[in-house]
């Protein structure tokens, strides 16, 4: 699933059926490597839902399994739903310094959140390449054709 088919989506309520907001963005866990909530609503009235809530993402919603899934963004979170870590549009750049272009998409795994790659509008990067998500840039590890 990519990122962009997703963002704009209805999240809906399982147990109720109601819409309880619609996906503004993603956390994404560096290390983990995958995506670990989801952003619902803007400004002070967004909340997350833990992927764990998550019962499914189609092509017309992401459903979740109640209400109750909704919370305060954590300490951490509060950067991707403060806006200051970007995920579509973040600059991404190798270990080595070399820039590899601006995010256009992030393709995922539906069921587990876990990310398969990065893409820019110069290249499909690996996930396994993703070292850290910060304020400035995604870092990546430089790829062998890449120079030193």
């Not at 002070?44 to 993402?57: E, I, M, N, Q």
């Not at 600059?91 to 069921?111: A, P, Q, T």
């Not at 398969?116 to 110069?122: C, E, K, P, Q």
């Not at 850290?132 to 430089?142: D, E, N, P, Q, R």
């Amino acid at each position: 699933m990519l990122l962009t088919n997703t963002l704009g989506e209805n999240v809906v309520s399982k147990s109720t059926a109601e819409t309880l907001g619609s996906v503004q963005g993603v956390i994404i866990d560096a290390g983990d490597r995958r995506v670990v909530a989801v952003q619902v609503g803007k400004g002070r009235k967004a909340r997350v839902v833990p992927w764990g809530s998550v019962s499914g993402v189609g092509s017309a919603a992401v459903v979740v399994d109640d209400e109750d899934a909704l919370r305060e963004p954590a300490d951490g979170e509060d950067r991707y739903v403060g806006g200051s870590v970007k995920v579509i549009g973040a600059l991404v750049l190798s270990d080595r310094g070399n820039g590899h272009g601006d995010i256009v998409d992030v393709e995922y795994d539906e069921e587990t959140g876990s990310v398969i790659s990065i893409r820019t509008g110069a290249a499909t990067i690996a996930a396994e390449r993703l070292l850290s998500i910060g304020s400035y840039a995604w870092v990546v590890a430089a790829g062998d054709d890449e120079p030193a």
